[in-house]
Every structure is written in C-alpha cells, then in structure tokens.
C-alpha cells in the first residue's frame, strides 16, 4: 500500500515536471504578468489620497530608467524567433517610450559574439535617440544572414552589461547610481558553449545594482529587475530560471510561436490601474469594434445641446471633472441643464459652461465678417468627477507639465520648447474625429504653418457671410489652417465635428490635442462622413497654444479647494 502511495506521488511529481518543460506561456498570460511586474517602473508618478480633499493627487518619482536587451541569434535559434524578438523589441521599446520616466536603452544581438546595436552612454549623452536606434534595429535584421552565428556565449551578454553600467555609475557616483533603475530582458533558449555559467556575473549586477559596498543603504531590490523570455525548440529551464531576478511578479517566461502575438499583447500594459490617469495614452490601433476604438480614443466626448433645436458637437476630456469644446456650440440662453455629455455611452450632467471672455461672434460684423469665431473655445464643468478606465482617459493639452513628460522633455521646459516640438515642420500632419453610425473614425489633415500659412488662410474670404478682402480680419494668428490638396488631400470638417480635438500622436502611444475644429469656408458633406477636400475648401481650428491663458485660468486655478488644477508651465 504504501509502494503504491509513494508511487502515485512520484508519477504526479513526474508529470508537474513534464508539463513545466514542455508548457508554454500565452502572449497574454506573459502580457498581464509582465506588465503587472514593469509597470512600477514605468511612471514617474505614484498615486497618493488627498485627505482634506479625498481627491488622488500624483507625486512626482525621480530617478532613470535604464533598458537593456538581448536577443540570441545563434544558430539554435530558428530565424522565425529571432525576427519576431526583434519586432516584439521594437514594440515594446515604442510602448516603454509613451511613459513619463526618463529612459535609456542598451540593444545587443549575441552569439559567440555579442552585435551592440546601441549603448545606455550614448542616449545619456544624447547621441542616440528612439529614432535612430529603430532606424539601427531595422538595418541589423536585415545584415544577421551574414555574420557569425556560430557558438553561444551567454556569460557574454551579461558582461556586457555589467561593465556598461559601470561606467553609467562611474560618470554619475554613487549620489547618481542610487536613482538609476535597471530593466535586463534577454530572448534565449539558455544554451551556451563558451564563456561559462552566465550565474556569477548577475551576482556581481545584483551586488553592483544594490549597491551592497555602501553600509547602512535601504533595501535596492526595486531597482533591478531581470526578464527572461525562452525561446526556440529546445530551452534549457535549469539554466535560465536562476538568471530572472526582481520584485513584483513574475520574471520567467516560456515562449514558443506565440511571440508573434506578444507584440499586440504588450499593449494591454497600459491598462494597469496605476496608468489610467496619465494623459494621452492611448492603444496603438483599432479593431472595428465600439469598445476597441474607446481604447483607441479615451477622451473623446460627444455633446448634444437640447433647446427647442438639437446642436451635437465633439469635446475632449482634459481631467477628470473638464470637458474641452468649441463655444460656438452654446448659444445664449443656453444652460447647463440643456447640455447632455456622453462619455463612453454614459450620461453626464454639466455643472457649469466657461466660455472664453473674449469670443464674440458679431465682433467684426462692420469689418465684412459676419459670423467671427476667434476664440471659439470652451470648458464644460462635470457635476460629477468621471473614473478613469480603460476607456476614460484624458487627452493631454498644451503647456502643461504633464505634456512635457509625455513629451519626455527633460529639465525645466517652457511652453514653448512643447510649441516647437509639436510645430517643427511647415506641413504638420495632425487628425481629428468624426461619429459615424455611432462609431468614430479618424479625419486626417495637415497644417499649413509657416510659409504655407497664407495660401492656406486665404480661401478663408470665399466662405458664406465674409465681404473682406483680407483673410487675416476673419482668420487671426489664433487659428490653425487645414484643407486642400496639396500636398496630400486633406478629410474636410462636416457637421458634428465641431469642439473636437485636433491632436498629434507622439511616440505613438501618447495623444497630444494641439487645437478645437472650429470653421470652414465649405459645408461638402453631411454629418459623419468622410468627405475628402477639394482644391478651396479650408478648415480652421483654434490653436491651444495661443489660449492658454484661458486653460490656466480654469484648470490650473489653484486658488480654489474644488478640483485638484493642473500644473501649467511658464511661457
């Protein structure tokens, strides 16, 4: 009897081994696991409570974060692998870049070799930038056919490593060395036949990263995390399992053909509680579905005004209790009553309508402008502060600090510095929405800035209600122009889209809203559609940059105990 017994144990202890061999993970366990255990060190604000108030404020984390990757192109590993390594790297360095922390990345191909692709040196000293290191990556795949995959030496990998963060350490002291974060992520199947056990190497990481020569320092162990992704047909567990180190869950992972997979999947790391607030991010692409495309487009709000005659308009959600539109949706003797805010198909109560103090639309009635629309802003005030989900976000707005993060503009950045960035060309690619049979699709534009600036605003006089021969009484500085054909046709604004934001997507996964779709010179659609301009039509659409002033006075109003204000910047 008791054979018996030992020998059902040894069969059930047989088979747990058997499966942890030969099971892999999915792309969306490695997703949620992976993401649960990262995200900490992907923001760089925690939230805290408000006691007085009961309001979530957010304090500021210091500190860098340092990425190094490594992905094994030896000849164990079939060229499938290493290429979807290779996309799934690109991928989650783009999503790594959309968060606020300030990050620099090592990327490194190795097989009795090691191919450094980029160096955490070089993006602190800033001669290597996202661009240029996605630029390198797509070079390397393309050469792997041709070098030396020959042997692996898995030890290599992490020498590399550890002699590049010493010389991080050496240039920033030990001072500096405390607020450095480490993330390794490594895709190999473990085998090596040169070089040694990897082992001893990551205890010196471990011992350099916890800085243990420095008595009395607190416990490090948030500071370094090491992943490892299995890959290929044959993966050594015994040999990779001691290599995955750090706190907050799982570290370990068994891939096989799902890696393809894991790309999109890496998207779902924004979901994390911890994110939801964080403007401007937002997923990477849209499904069909009503549901992906709030994932798509968190912030986007729609607005019915119901006195006698119904107006729709579109809005943005800028913070959690705001809602930012045109003013020229409001007529007088509109009341906060008469105005009903959906955001993801909720209905919201508005407690009260802030229009900009300078929008008058008979302003330039004796100057050949019938109807004027400088200024054609607005805030709508929520009775009730919505909850951010993952598909309640805001949308980030300019010259706040917030935008500078998600801007990765380091050190003390002026509203300016965020003007010229999002501004930089002459011809600036920009989109806004429209709603559709329920669904909202994207209408793509480009703004003519610049030199381009005055073609562009002077079709502005052949719009219904302008007598004036110079388009700069009826389209000021205030305005961004869109529309025409050159030097792509550009979508044309329809009924409906009017308050909805005109944004720029950065580093692909932050939204950042840059003006309001205010008016156009041509009504050559119906509402919702996707209507292409033709040679004249032009569209204008108040630019954010030139009403922060009003913003500020209202979101950034820190004089009052009601709502927690933005954080604007100097000019």
Known sequence: MGFSVHWIWFTALSCLLCMDTHTYDTSQEVSEAFGSAIKGSLTTYEPTVDTQEGRKIRISKTGTLNIYIAVDISESIQEEYIQNATNVTKSLISKISSFSVTTNYEVLFFSSQVFRVSRILDFMDGRETLSTLMTKLDNFTETIKDRDTAGTNLNEVFMTFLEDMALVKQRVKDEGFKEHRHVLIVFTDGGYNMGGSPERTVRKIKNMVYMNHIEGIQSREDYLDIYIFAIGDEILDHVLKP??????????????????????????????????????????????????????????VFITVEEGTFTNCLGSLVTNEF????????????????????????????????????????????????????YDVALLQLEEYVEFSYYIRPVCIPCTQETSDALQLVGNSTCKDQEDLLFKNHIEELYFLTKSRGHVKEKTVRAKIGDNRDECISHAIEAPGITTKNPEVAVTDNFLCTGGQFPQVDHIA???????????????????????????????C????????????????????????FLKSVLGDDTQDEYAPLKFLNS
């Not at 308050?499 to 932050?510: E, F, I, S």
């Not at 119906?526 to 002033?549: C, E, M, W, Y």
């Open 243 to 300: 290599l995955a180190i750090g706190t907050g869950g799982r570290h370990y992972f068994r891939m096989q053909n799902d890696l393809i997979n894991l790309k999109e999947a890496f998207d779902e790391i924004i979901d994390a509680d911890e994110f939801l607030g964080i403007c401007g991010l937002h997923k990477s692409a849209t499904v069909g579905s009503e549901r992906d495309q709030r994932k798509r487009f968190p912030w986007v």
């Open 323 to 374: 809602v930012l539109t045109a003013a020229h949706c409001f007529k007088f003797g509109d009341r906060e009553e008469h105005i009903k805010v959906e955001i993801d198909d909720q209905a919201r109560r508005v407690k009260k309508i802030t229009l900009h103090p300078k929008f008058n639309t008979k302003a330039k009635e004796g100057e050949g402008v019938a109807e004027f629309y400088d």
């Open 494 to 524: 329809c009924t409906g889209d009017s308050g909805g934001a005109v944004v720029k997507d950065y580093l692909v996964y932050r939204t950042i809203q840059v003006a309001v779709v205010s008016w156009g010179t041509k009504n050559l």
């Open 526 to 549: 119906t509402s919702g559609s996707q209507t292409k301009s033709d040679a004249t039509s032009r569209d204008f659409h108040i630019n954010l940059f030139k009403v922060v002033p």
